[in-house]
């Protein structure tokens, strides 16, 4: 378990062993700088794969 909001609840998680794997719950139509760091990090993942 990665985040939790501030009633508990559980909004995102990582994926031990995998090379990438999260799973979050948010609202995409709320934009934030934050947000972007998952798409970053998504991209940079895959190009890494592709390259192997």
Known sequence: MSA???DGIIEALDI??????V???WHPE???TQDSRLFESLTAAAQKYRSN
């Open 4 to 6: 939790r909001s501030d």
């Open 16 to 21: 031990d062993g995998a090379a990438f794997g």
């Open 23 to 25: 799973a979050v719950q």
């Open 30 to 32: 709320v934009t934030s």
